[in-house]
């Protein structure tokens, strides 16, 4: 009888105290891994009993269910249908090679995972908040005022207006938290009953929570009734902190009342640490920002050195409070905003690396993303270039810099400016007072951008399995039974059964079978057969032949955690193939820098279905 998956995942899940208590989900071609977070919740002697898991054991903090190579993957979709789990994408060596970068590596790498899922959202916001906003600033058009404006500038500029709940949520995922308590996180700094962060240098209310109470010239408990409009890195931080105290709590508090209180502790805990103390610092942060640029801007040099650490105040989210510099220069009379073309400098320049990304790049997926988040830079958003494609790869961040440094000095040289302000790179054309300089301007900070970018980056390529010489496959049988014969998918010294390294293939819970010590890293088809499965990280092959023969072939023991570095599957899913046909390579030097034994262990994973199945040299 087949096994239903949704009881099976259903039972899982009700025995693991839900979804909350599961901080990550992933599996591997025989295996459901879970991480908890509070083992006290798990019911071990009942999810040994559930239809379909096979055996469950502890290892490197995760639970692991045994479940079967074609059904975990099967189970795995129902688990995460009714947790709502997100499906992990992180394996422990990793993550522990992740923590062994510098500090900013690590940053950047936590910036672009939380930016990647929400890249479509704000790439197509800015390209479309860039055109309505060029449209509004053409001259006699009248398109500002009508309502195809207002509608249109409301759709594009969402994703911007409330960028701190996108962020939020995706942080809350990456730091493993609850994704909704980042959203009510997100949502609170943004809240409509707080001073809008664009509108800061109007002015703000306050709130004093313990009263005025002067603690070394700070007032304990105040809090600036000021949103976070368009900010990044404190948004990061507050969900970050909010990770940490929801896994604290949900390891020491209750079960019985678990389910409200650590909730609600969270959200007060996080808000009050939000506003009194990330908020302060980064609003102590903006004057110092802001008291500096306009300092700076006086003269060439400072103004190269704007254009150059401009893109930086865009990551913390403090570049909307220049408004106040273009405000102040054209609030004279007969005043000229010379900080406009700075900013089309360091935005131009950015959309010059972004392009250069785009074009050189191999990997559809990264032009997929690179060559629309160039165009809303053109255009003066340049968020989706800067997060979506720059900062992940740095070194066209670096080369946008270089850019806007130069183009921002020469444009200082020149003396231009614009007649208004609010907008940048192409669009500036429209309140700029000398487009030809101003050509000039975006033609130098974009094209040394641009030919820095294709000078100094180079896309990294997929990391292959080196060649190896053609070989004949084996023809010795190493598993039989009346429905055929499975050939040894690889060259090597044939180990019993009970011999192999990892007690779930040992013990035949799995299927009976055999493994192979390797002398060359390539697998072969064991017979005529279509393939049934591929895993995820590229260690293991599923293969099935006419007769009803199901195999797993599985290369080194807890090589999921190699997250498919040094392996090369040359079949999918679905492929037909012969006997002695390569279908996988595998680099054992790999296997053996990452400490896991490289054996091919080779399983009948339906022996249960055969009466008289031989082994090793009995199969010959």
Not at 35 to 54: F, P, R
Not at 171 to 179: E, L
Not at 325 to 351: C, D, K
Not at 546 to 557: F, K, R, S, T
Request: charged content about 15%.
């Amino acid at each position: 009888m087949a096994l239903d998956y949704h009881k099976c995942a259903q039972e899982i899940a009700d025995n693991i105290g839900g979804g909350e208590n599961v901080i990550s989900a992933a599996h591997c071609a025989t295996r459901l891994r879970l991480v908890i977070a509070d083992n006290d919740k798990v019911n071990k002697e009942a999810l040994d009993n559930v239809e379909g898991v096979k055996g469950m054991f502890e290892s490197n903090g995760q639970l692991q269910l045994i479940i079967g190579t074609g059904t975990v993957n099967k189970v795995f979709d129902e688990f995460i249908k009714i947790t709502g789990v997100e499906a992990g994408t992180k394996d422990d060596v990793k993550a522990a090679a992740a923590a062994k970068q510098p500090v900013w590596k690590q940053m950047l790498k936590t910036v672009g995972d939380i930016f990647v899922p929400i890249l479509p959202a704000i790439v197509a916001s800015g390209l479309m908040m860039g055109i309505v906003e060029a449209l509004g600033q053409i001259p006699g058009l009248g398109f500002a005022t009508s309502d195809w404006y207002a509608f249109l500038d409301i759709v594009a500029n969402t994703a911007f207006a409330y960028l701190p709940v996108l962020v939020a949520i995706s942080a809350a995922r990456v730091f493993g938290g609850n994704i909704f308590l980042g959203a009510v996180i997100g949502l609170l700094m943004v809240h409509s009953s707080l001073t809008n962060g664009w509108n800061a240098a109007a002015g703000y209310e306050t709130w004093y929570l313990f009263g005025h109470i002067e603690i070394g010239g700070y007032t304990l408990g105040q809090i600036n009734q000021l949103g976070y409009q368009g900010h990044v890195i404190p948004v990061i931080i507050a969900v970050w902190f909010m990770c940490k105290i929801e896994k604290w709590l949900h390891k020491h508090v209750p079960e019985m009342i678990d389910l409200f209180v650590t909730p609600l502790t969270t959200v007060f805990l996080t808000a009050l640490v939000t506003f009194m103390v990330i908020g302060p610092i980064f609003s102590f942060l903006e004057t110092l920002v802001l008291q500096g640029a306009q300092i700076l801007v006086r003269n060439p040099i400072g103004s190269g050195i704007m254009g150059a650490i401009y893109p930086w105040t865009v990551v913390m989210g403090l570049h909307h409070m220049y408004n106040v510099i273009e405000a102040s220069m054209l609030s004279v009379e007969g005043g000229l905003n010379t900080w406009m073309p700075i900013a089309s400098a360091a935005n131009f320049a950015q959309f010059g690396a972004c392009l250069a990304v785009g074009l050189k790049a191999k990997s559809q997926k990264t032009k997929s993303v690179a060559i629309p988040a160039s165009l809303s830079a053109s255009l003066g958003i340049t968020e989706p270039a800067i997060f979506g494609v720059n900062m992940r790869f740095f070194k066209p961040f670096i080369a946008g810099m270089i850019g806007g440094a130069i183009g921002a000095f020469v444009a200082s040289l020149m003396g231009i400016g614009a007649i208004s302000y609010g907008v940048t790179g192409l669009p500036g054309y429209l309140t700029i007072n000398n487009k030809f300089l101003y050509t000039i301007i975006l033609l130098i900070s974009g094209g040394i951008a641009f030919l820095l970018t294709m000078t100094i980056w180079k896309e990294e390529e997929p990391k292959k399995v080196a060649d190896v010489p053609k070989l004949d496959p084996p023809t010795d049988a190493v598993i039989s039974c009346e429905a055929g014969k499975v050939i040894a998918p690889a060259i090597g010294e044939v180990i019993p059964q009970d011999k192999i390294p990892d007690d779930t293939f040992a013990s035949g819970v799995l299927g009976e079978g055999i493994a192979i010590n390797p002398t060359q890293g390539v697998i072969f088809a064991p017979f005529d057969g279509e393939i049934t499965s591929v895993a995820d990280s590229k260690h293991a092959i599923g293969i099935s032949n006419d007769a009803g023969m199901e195999v797993l072939i599985h290369v080194g023991v807890d090589t999921v955690a190699m997250n498919g570095e040094g392996f090369e599957d040359l079949v999918a899913e679905g492929d037909k193939v012969k006997a002695g046909q390569e279908i996988m390579r595998f680099d054992r030097d790999a296997i053996a820098k990452a400490n896991h034994p490289d054996c091919v262990v080779v399983l009948l994973t339906n022996s249960d279905d055969y009466n008289d199945v031989k082994l090793g040299e009995d199969a010959k």
